[in-house]
């Protein structure tokens, strides 16, 4: 659970920064080089985060840019 949220701050900062071109999961995963044993992690994460409304489908922060919280996991 704690790994999603990491990942989630790191997607949300990727996202956020200047020059950023959105990409697919695959391709985040690659630029985070989270392990290839991981990065179904990585599309998990995209999927939660555009769901609750905190990155758009064009990678666009949205929301108050705070990553899911416990409550939030099921």
């Not at 985070?32 to 044993?37: G, H």
């Amino acid at each position: 659970k704690h790994v999603l949220q990491d990942l989630e701050r790191a997607i949300l900062e990727l996202v956020q920064s200047p020059g950023y071109q959105a990409v697919k999961p695959k391709a985040i995963a690659k630029q985070l080089q989270v392990p290839a044993e991981e990065s179904h992690l990585v599309r998990k994460a995209v999927k939660r985060m555009v769901s609750a409304g905190l990155i758009g489908e064009v990678g666009l922060a949205a929301g108050d840019g705070e990553p899911l919280g416990e409550q939030e996991l099921n």
